[in-house]
């Protein structure tokens, strides 16, 4: 009889499959449906200038949400972004460039809108994450036993290191032919040096970009309200307890750098192959990374939506000061120590955008379903 | 666990499959592409003022290089407006600052054509921003002469780039030349700057025409811009003793290496490229410097009217001597304009095809002709550092371009010969 009254009760507590359903991939639907429209239509509305400014945001929101699992959910310093950024861009750099070059003879882009080229493309984005998160798992496993401090200084030495090394390698190759008289395993050499890696095609469009980050929100938001991110948290708020309680916390923590490594190396491929940016060791230097530690610490340490917010922010502001562009650093600095007097949290603290009582008004008013 | 996160998963699985969606309504071609297009072809507006746009490094920690610049573009379009303009239109100049960074480089110049549709484009100084803003104007089909970038790459990114100034391989042949030649420097010390292109480039450069002349590179050491402690890197050098170190880097760096190397006793001159052309170098290096030579695109000191002209009303204008940077931001503005005047149209094909036929322009900095890879080819100046000025030493021509009786101070290039004569690094720089 127990048994009997305990099925009633599990199928009284399973949800209705049918609105679960359609919770579960409503974001979906609207984010893959603001990725098109604003590809096919706010794009050619607004002219390339500006879609260059949104593809900068979305790359911006991908390394500012990567970063915020590492820094903001499981309360670690890293500010070695950028090194996982360009081992991303290198890595798919190599696939797009030379795997053009032998594929098709030419490193120009091939076919239109997900023609072979872009397929290539994404494909390239996925190996340079996957590469980035590699070496996230082998620098993350022995320094994530470390704390604080220690782990800043073991990323920003990694980022360095990725930043030299990259410095010391030779010229790119230009033809199918050179390609073809090198052996494949030199490669990883023939990345351009301090020039940068040139003559990559320029296949990143708003598309591609909103996809990414699309997915990039997506993860970070289930992360968060799952039983697995609930762990990460944990790790955050107290370590000691979250021992106790059974957590493996170094293990939670390689995840999060893992997961955190993985989306920058897929904004370092999207940021390889957009017009007016170069790949070059300069550009993904110390001063990269730390630009993504602004923004997550702007945004409120934890806060998705804030972290997103403040990347925005920031990739508008230098434009907007162009003029005044010498007293930027200054505005930054400004801002980040008025931050920590006034709101040490950051914009949002732990709270989701919805979450502040001014939009939850506005939401209940225009009839939102939170 | 494992399937509660499966399930939780799924709906991501769906990205792909939603990135697919389009290929099931049918053929993706016909649907627009993305803002990456071929060359524009908008119609360029027939009145008003034509509009040329301009970057570069007006803030950052080259910004001398980037004002310069700006201030010899600036002298040349008043000049030729003062003159009754282009095709009887007046010219315009819109510059944007770009801090000396790629990414900054890379946006100005998309804000430039695509929002402000310039007709054409002058910038930058550092090859690497040069290699940034280039490859959209390639992407635009809107032309660029970049005044002052000596990597052999720039003019590679393809037909819509060219530049007015000689390519490192020529300046590593220059400075070699003179070591050897003037102070029978045949055992030299190399310092590079393992950050830049600009430096790392015109290293390679010098230290393979060093040795084909038969000289010989006692060591070479690396640091990296910003670097403020170079003692190490001087101590090597030091106990090799050569007869001279080249220092290929930016002013920034070389006044702090010039001091810490007077300092640890090295006596031996440095030698530089035009990278350290900046009134910034004596301010920086002070007494260090005295002494030191580095090659440039020309010297306030040359005697040829074309010069003294420019200097003059450059220093009426601004009240400062002009630097090197300033004579090539002027000769680009110069030889851009003559391009424009020549061209049928101004639309991105024709203007290039003119800035690419250019032959024995008279620059301020030398007699221009773009050879077929775009590149100018003009002799190169050695100055020396004398009470905290650069003063002029002599001139040196391209390989087999020699005037016939090299006149002393006088007219850099003017006899050099037209023919196919190839400039004498062009077979060394190209892959």
Known sequence: MASASLQERARALTPPALPTLVRAWLPVLVLGGLTLLLHFVVGPAVGPYYSKLLMDIGINVILAVSLNIVNGFTGQFSIGHAGFMAVGGYTAGMVTYYGGLSLWGSSLPQGGFLGPGELLFALSCLLGGLAAAGLGYIVGLPSLRLRGDYLALVTLGFGEIVRVLVQQTDDVLFSAEELAAVPVWTLPTKVGGALGFTGLPFYTSLFWVYLFVSLTLLVAFRLKASSHGRAYLSVREDEIAAEAMGIPTTRIKVRAFVLAAAFAGIAGALFAHEVGTTLNPRELGFQKSFEAVIMVVLGGMGSISGAGLAAVVITLLPEALRSVADYRMVVYALALVVMMLVRPQGLLGLHELWDLPLVRRLLRRGGGAR | ?431
């Open chain 2, 1 to 431: 666990m494992p399937t509660s996160l499966l399930r939780r998963a799924a709906p991501l699985l769906a990205l792909p499959l939603l990135a697919m969606l389009p290929l099931l309504g049918g053929c993706g071609d016909t649907a627009p592409t993305a803002p990456q297009g071929g060359p524009a072809t908008e119609p360029v507006a027939q009145t008003g003022p034509i509009l040329i746009g301009e970057y570069g490094s007006l803030t950052g920690s080259e910004a001398t290089f980037g004002q310069s610049t700006h201030n010899g573009v600036t002298l040349a379009i008043e000049e030729i407006n003062a003159a009754g303009g282009v095709k009887g239109r007046q010219l315009e100049v819109k510059v944007y600052d770009d801090q000396g960074k790629t990414q900054e480089a890379g946006t100005a110049v998309t804000r430039l054509i695509t929002d402000d549709k310039v007709v054409a484009v002058i910038g930058e100084v550092a090859s690497s921003l040069s290699m940034a803003g280039g490859r959209v104007a390639q992407q635009y089909g809107v032309p660029m002469i970049s005044p002052s970038s000596t990597n052999a790459q720039v003019t590679r990114i393809g037909d819509m780039i060219s530049r007015v100034c000689f390519i490192d391989g020529f300046q590593g042949y220059v400075v070699a030349k003179f070591a050897l030649d003037d102070l029978k420097a045949d055992d030299i010390a190399i310092l590079y700057d393992q950050g830049q292109a600009y430096s790392k480039g015109l290293k390679e450069d010098f230290a393979r025409e060093l040795v084909a002349m038969g000289g010989r590179v006692a060591t070479e050491q690396a640091y990296t811009g910003g670097d403020q402690d170079f003692s190490a890197q001087l101590t090597a050098i030091r106990d090799t003793s050569p007869d001279a170190i080249f220092v290929p880097g930016y002013y920034t760096d070389v006044g702090n290496i010039a001091i810490q190397a007077r300092k640890l006793g090295i006596t031996a001159p440095l030698l530089g490229g035009d990278g350290w052309d900046s009134a910034q170098l004596a301010t920086l290096a002070g007494d260090a410097i005295e002494g030191s030579y580095y090659s440039n695109h020309y010297s306030h000191e040359d005697t040829r009217p074309a010069v003294q002209t420019f200097v003059s009303t450059y220093q009426a204008r601004f009240g400062a001597v002009p630097d090197g940077l300033a004579a090539l931001g002027y000769d680009a503005t110069k030889l851009l304009a003559d391009a424009m005047g020549r061209a049928p149209s101004l639309s991105g094909k024709d203007l290039a095809a003119a800035i690419n036929s250019t032959t024995d322009f008279p620059g301020v900095t030398g007699t221009i002709t773009i050879d077929p890879e775009r590149n100018a080819r003009k002799a190169a100046v050695i100055v020396q550092m004398k009470g905290g000025q650069p003063r002029y030493v002599t001139t040196i021509h391209p390989k087999g371009a020699e005037p016939a009786a090299p006149a002393e101070g006088a007219a850099p290039a003017e006899g050099a010969p037209a023919e196919g004569a190839a400039p004498a690094t062009e077979g060394a720089a190209t892959p």
